[in-house]
């Protein structure tokens, strides 16, 4: 198998294209023959509920698993005039969530506006939080009083509840700037029955593992945080690692892929491609162009339309009636109990 030429400065990471390239030399089933197998291709839609929008690749952090490749270098933000477009769309049509993600999404300089535009106009606001951005930097120290103003559900990573693992995969002391920032969440009422503040944790698997049961991971993750944090959340996400950006250069450097992509081949579950999340997800890139998913954008994979494939020019009728572009990337959330930005799917 070929090594990834250089993309950015200082990366080892291969272009969207390259991986797209590195995935199809492992010899295994297509993707999309798997569901046509099933009766499930083409892949669509059956609804449009959710936008999911990165508003910029800029991250105060450089976390080893980012499928993003966030950090402090990144130069990609999303403009106010993207997001004013947005705001128009979300006036003009019934989307129940918007949610927003980066890098870290706080620091594009209009993300309060932002927020305080676009929470009237759905019915849930989701803001995926490193939560390190607001417990060591004094510009953002308000942010967990603004998030409960505006009643956000703040969805944060926090890969073990132990520091060695944590700071292993997300850079050291990560944990325990990341605890500091649970204390601040919980003392302005998040994850407390009496306020409805929704606070909820998101696991990654380290190496080329999957995801353990996310019931019973959940169960010990309040019981440890509690016991030895004194600290409360609402839910626990479990997501797989997806083969790419990253995690894709870490896979090539350590002759893993071929094993990775085997193991997510063979633990395809046929009942997750029901509930995939680009089937009532629509992903909107810093630039304002649309993908099927967060990973889509990450590889350039553009919506299947000949026409409409920016913000300029949103139409929910077709949106809704698109085929869902697909590459072998996806068996990452078809494998075990299926992976999503919201947990398991079965």
Request: glycine share 6%; with cysteine; proline share 5%.
């Amino acid at each position: 198998m070929s090594t990834p030429t250089l993309h950015r400065t200082g990366s080892l990471l291969a272009s969207p294209s390259q991986q797209l390239a590195l995935l199809e030399e492992v010899k295994t089933v297509a993707f999309a023959s798997r569901l046509q197998a099933i009766g499930a291709y083409p892949l669509r839609p059956n609804d449009l509920e959710v936008l999911q929008l990165n508003l910029g690749y800029q991250c105060n952090q450089t976390c080893a698993h980012c499928h993003v490749d966030a950090g402090p270098d990144r130069k990609e933000v999303m403009s106010k005039g993207t997001m004013e477009k947005i705001v128009d769309v979300l006036s003009q049509h019934s989307i129940a969530t918007l949610d927003l993600t980066g890098g870290a999404p706080e620091m594009n300089p209009n993300f309060r506006w932002f927020v305080e535009t676009a929470r009237p106009l759905v019915d849930e606001l989701i803001v995926r939080s490193n939560l390190t951005i607001f417990s060591a930097n004094a510009r953002y120290n308000d942010m967990p009083e603004f998030f409960a103003k505006h009643r956000v559900r703040v969805i944060s990573s926090l890969p073990c509840y132990t520091e060695a693992n944590t700071d292993r995969q997300r850079g050291i002391g990560v944990f325990h700037r990341s605890i500091d920032a649970l204390r601040q969440l919980n003392r302005v009422g998040y994850a407390q029955p009496e306020t409805g503040l929704v606070l909820d944790l998101v696991f990654n698997p380290q190496g080329i593992s999957l995801p353990a049961p996310q019931a019973a991971l959940e169960s010990d993750y309040k019981r440890i945080l509690k016991e030895e944090h004194d600290l409360t959340f609402n839910h626990l996400f479990c997501i797989s690692n997806l083969p790419i950006s990253r995690f894709l250069d870490s896979l090539v450097k350590t002759e893993r892929l071929e094993a990775y992509m085997q193991k997510l081949v063979d633990a395809f579950n046929p009942n997750a491609a029901a509930g995939l999340m680009c089937r009532n997800t629509l992903s909107i890139g810093w630039d304002g162009k649309l993908y099927d998913c967060d990973f889509n954008q990450m590889l350039d994979l553009e919506i299947k339309r000949d026409s409409g494939r920016h913000i300029d020019d949103f139409d929910f009728a077709q949106l809704v009636d698109r085929e869902i572009v697909v590459h072998q990337h996806c068996f990452g959330c078809t494998a075990g109990e299926g992976s999503s930005c919201q947990g398991t799917l079965v």
